[in-house]
């Protein structure tokens, strides 16, 4: 089993890839590298940062429009072009962009490394490639764009400057600051940052301690959901023991069990989980979300009045109702 896109629904956030409808681009593309080792080359050379771009050319429709819409205006590169080295790491299915890719074997390591679940997928790295900030699609064209990335860049040099210590006392002091970016951002699955995560988690600061733990439980959970076969008693038991945890793979499973529950006449648990939905911030403001979730309760609510009219209390056969 694996994450549907449900969040999409919630959310309202394209981010996983579909093959919609695109203007194809017509005005002069980035200097976009493909080699891993050169764009690092250049980005010492010239004291800029990668601004890496996992895509799928040639079936991913979001990647096209985020091309269409961003990546070849101009005025995307007067202001990136200053800061960044533009790297493509490519995962296409047809055979002549395939035999552009420079190294499969290093796109799917990096990809990996960086948790890239779909596509397109934008990270934001320091010249040794350690990932800072994480986005995708966005709307607006290149200017909003831009101020999306500034922001990114902005949260992020937290990060590198905790990556660029050496002094153990003042890692202490930025790793307060740079590890809720981390988390955030999703960074903590890349080797460089692994001691970091156990810093923080042998750390006599409870803040971070706890975040460590809320970490891990994710981890957990995005584990559970990722399985070829649900293990819905796992899956049900894991969010009652972690009632306050929030966010898109929390969404999925809530929604998922939430049905696997209904089925086998756990109504009441059915509903809570469903009403846990409600209350979590990635739906409170979607109008579809709500509506789709109000009406899966109505509809258990309705099954079990049904069901207690049709009921046969006396056993003679008839229902009562």
Same mark, same amino acid.
């Given at each position: 089993?694996?994450?549907?896109?449900?969040?999409?629904?919630?959310?309202?956030?394209?981010?996983?890839?579909?093959?919609?409808?695109?203007?194809?681009?017509?005005?002069?593309?980035?200097?976009?590298?493909?080699?891993?080792? &050169?764009?690092?080359?250049?980005?010492?050379?010239?004291? %800029?940062?990668?601004?890496?771009?996992?895509?799928?050319?040639?079936?991913?429709?979001?990647?096209?429009?985020?091309?269409?819409? &961003?990546?070849?205006?101009?005025?995307?590169?007067?202001?990136?072009?200053?800061?960044?080295?533009?790297?493509?790491?490519?995962?296409?299915?047809?055979?002549?962009?395939?035999?552009?890719?420079?190294?499969?074997?290093?796109?799917?390591?990096?990809?990996?490394?960086?948790?890239?679940?779909?596509?397109?997928?934008?990270?934001?790295?320091?010249?040794?490639?350690?990932?800072?900030?994480?986005?995708?699609?966005?709307?607006?064209?290149?200017?909003?764009?831009?101020?999306?990335?500034?922001?990114?860049?902005?949260?992020?040099?937290?990060?590198?400057?905790?990556?660029?210590?050496?002094?153990?006392?003042?890692?202490?002091?930025?790793?307060?600051?740079?590890?809720?970016?981390?988390?955030?951002?999703?960074?903590?699955?890349?080797?460089?940052?692994?001691?970091?995560?156990?810093?923080?988690?042998?750390?006599?600061?409870?803040?971070?301690?706890?975040?460590?733990?809320?970490?891990?439980?994710?981890?957990?959970?995005?584990?559970?959901?990722?399985?070829?076969?649900?293990?819905?008693?796992?899956?049900?038991?894991?969010?009652?023991?972690?009632?306050?945890?929030?966010?898109?793979?929390?969404?999925?499973?809530?929604?998922?069990?939430?049905?696997?529950?209904?089925?086998?006449?756990?109504?009441?648990?059915?509903?809570?989980?469903?009403?846990?939905?409600?209350?979590?911030?990635?739906?409170?403001?979607?109008?579809?979300?709500? %509506?789709?979730?109000?009406?899966?309760?109505?509809?258990?609510?309705?099954?079990?009045?049904?069901?207690?009219?049709?009921?046969?209390?006396?056993?003679?056969?008839?229902?009562?109702?």
């Amino acid at each position: 089993m694996t994450i549907f896109s449900l969040l999409l629904i919630l959310a309202g956030s394209p981010v996983l890839a579909g093959d919609e409808p695109v203007t194809e681009p017509t005005e002069q593309a980035l200097p976009w590298v493909m080699d891993i080792s &050169v764009a690092r080359e250049m980005a010492s050379k010239e004291g %800029k940062d990668i601004l890496i771009n996992f895509t799928g050319s040639d079936w991913c429709g979001w990647c096209k429009r985020l091309d269409a819409e &961003v990546f070849v205006h101009p005025v995307f590169h007067e202001t990136a072009g200053k800061q960044y080295i533009y790297l493509y790491l490519d995962f296409p299915r047809g055979e002549e962009a395939m035999a552009k890719v420079i190294d499969e074997a290093l796109n799917n390591e990096n990809r990996d490394q960086m948790s890239v679940n779909g596509f397109p997928t934008i990270i934001l790295a320091d010249s040794q490639m350690r990932p800072y900030g994480r986005t995708g699609y966005q709307p607006g064209g290149p200017e909003k764009y831009l101020e999306h990335l500034a922001e990114l860049r902005t949260k992020g040099e937290k990060v590198k400057a905790l990556v660029s210590e050496e002094n153990d006392e003042q890692i202490q002091k930025l790793l307060v600051d740079a590890f809720s970016v981390m988390l955030e951002q999703d960074l903590l699955g890349h080797p460089a940052f692994s001691k970091f995560l156990e810093l923080a988690e042998k750390s006599d600061n409870p803040e971070l301690i706890q975040q460590v733990a809320d970490h891990r439980a994710r981890k957990k959970l995005i584990g559970l959901l990722n399985t070829r076969e649900a293990d819905f008693p796992a899956l049900t038991k894991f969010l009652q023991e972690n009632p306050k945890m929030q966010g898109g793979e929390v969404l999925n499973a809530l929604w998922m069990c939430s049905q696997w529950l209904a089925e086998n006449d756990r109504k009441e648990d059915a509903k809570g989980f469903l009403q846990r939905m409600l209350a979590d911030p990635l739906v409170q403001e979607n109008k579809d979300g709500i %509506k789709m979730i109000e009406k899966a309760i109505h509809t258990i609510d309705h099954e079990t009045d049904d069901a207690e009219e049709g009921h046969d209390h006396d056993g003679d056969g008839i229902p009562d109702h």
